[in-house]
């Protein structure tokens, strides 16, 4: 478990090229599960939370290639994945556990050979992300599913049947297994309360490609019109918008400019509104835009997370890291998970003022400074908050249990470095 150390009260400038995304490149990863034909895909991101996901693939039988290449101004990998007959249907504990997002091999592996085994799944603990739509939409649509000793065991004769599936609150995780099963099913599925993330476009995207008929991308309601095979695509993933709204706040927070290259403006603008208004200006590139705060007197401002296009509760903890340092109160109200607020208690140990009102509502109220202290990573997003908070903090910050942050931001120590922070990796040794 390594740790970083951080010297803070440095204000950043320059340009940090933001990734390929993570929450579009786990499931489409997946996608490629439902051809025997190779799916190649480009701007994947160099993430742990990748490794773990090839190494299952592997494990079930994909052949892998990987080529690193630079792409739009920054070093990028296409991977191509090739699964001409899987070698297992059965997705393990020592991977699954590793990474929730592991559920994804889920639809595919059912809707194509008719069985899966998969792990209950693990991930960041940030409140119980039950599987309950994935598996009711999955009877819905003619599987029959048991949970044995830890395992989801699903099985359907012949091909899963079109169904109209109600989402009982917008899933992203459900939506993309859901679509994915629906585009090898019988008939036609409707899925109602779908997510409308811009993730789940570019998954649609992807399918569609490959041969699915899928209608309704960017709304609430999804039309999956079944066919019986899919094909082999290239496909380039779209840019991380949650790295982007990451570095945008740590441009903001230590009064920097920065400009971020590769960032998808047009899926934040909610962020960047609550951006602007704490007295950051933001200006638009040709690709990507810039945060300028070099004379702003930070003010606080209420954040609401919600479902896109409101605010990504993906943003919360770093937002949060903000309203620490920024004139006046705020109040931060988490509506999608019932415990992210786990990085509270590490932000207070920095001499941070937030008052946690149950589980869903925190009032930040700013103070001048932050001092630092040896902090513990609870979570990916809480991670980089507490990365925030030591760019701003006196003296040395110490983040412990950075192996979160390696899940969902590449090379962040050199991105932070070419714009200035004094920061640094310390190696444990294993």
């Known amino acids: 478990m390594d740790k970083i150390k951080i010297i803070g009260g440095k204000p950043l400038f320059g340009k940090v090229f933001i990734s390929g995304a ?8 997946c996608a490629s599960l439902l051809t025997d034909e190779p799916v190649t895909i480009q701007n994947i991101p160099f993430l742990s939370d990748i490794k773990s996901l090839n190494a299952l693939l592997l494990q079930l039988g994909t052949k892998i290639e990987e080529k690193s290449e630079e792409r739009n101004g920054h070093l990028t990998q296409t991977i191509t994945y090739h699964t001409p007959q899987p070698t297992s249907l059965v997705a393990p504990y020592d991977y699954v556990r590793k990474m929730r997002a592991s559920y994804y091999v889920l639809g595919p592996l059912l809707t194509k050979y008719r069985h899966v085994e998969l792990s ?9 992300r039950p599987m309950d739509i994935h598996l009711s939409s999955l009877e819905q649509m003619g599987a029959k599913i048991e949970i044995k000793n830890g395992y989801v065991v699903a099985d ?13 609150s917008a899933s992203v995780g459900a939506t993309c297994n859901i679509l994915m099963a629906a585009a090898l ?32 991308a960017n ?11 899919l094909h082999g695509v290239t496909h380039e993933i779209i840019n991380d918008r949650i790295e982007a709204g990451s570095y945008a706040v740590a441009a903001a927070i230590t009064h920097g400019r920065v400009e971020l290259v590769n960032a998808p403006a047009q899926f934040l603008q909610t962020p960047l509104d609550i951006l602007r208004k704490t007295g950051a200006t933001i200006e638009m590139t040709d690709n990507g835009f810039i945060v300028d705060a070099q004379n702003a007197k930070l003010v606080g401002q209420d954040v609401f ?16 890291a903000l309203m620490c340092v920024s004139e006046g109160a705020a109040m931060i109200t988490e509506s999608i998970w019932e415990n992210r607020f786990m990085h509270v208690p590490e932000l207070m140990r920095m001499g941070a003022n937030i008052n946690v009102h149950g589980h869903a509502s925190a009032i930040v109220r700013g103070v001048e400074k932050l001092s630092a202290a040896p902090v513990m990573s609870t979570d990916l997003r809480a991670s980089f908050a507490l990365i925030l908070a030591g760019l701003v903090a006196e003296g040395e910050t110490i983040v412990n249990r950075v192996y979160h942050l390696d899940r969902g931001y590449e ?18 040794p294993d």
């Open 22 to 29: 993570k929450n579009t490149a786990l499931p489409i990863i």
């Open 120 to 128: 209950l799944p693990g991930g960041c603990a940030i409140g119980a």
């Open 156 to 168: 359907v004769d012949g091909r899963l049947q079109g169904a109209h599936v109600a989402f009982h």
């Open 185 to 216: 099913a019988e008939g036609t599925t409707v899925i109602e309360n779908a997510a409308k993330e811009p993730e789940i476009a570019d998954l649609i995207d992807i399918l569609n490609k490959m041969g699915a008929q899928i209608e309704g």
């Open 219 to 229: 709304t609430s309601t999804l039309t999956i019109h079944g066919v019986e095979k």
């Open 305 to 320: 997370t919600d479902y896109y296009p409101g605010f990504p509760t993906d943003l919360q903890a770093q937002f949060m």
């Open 411 to 428: 090379h962040l120590e050199e991105k932070f470095k070419a714009i200035g922070a004094d920061i640094e990796r310390i190696k444990i």
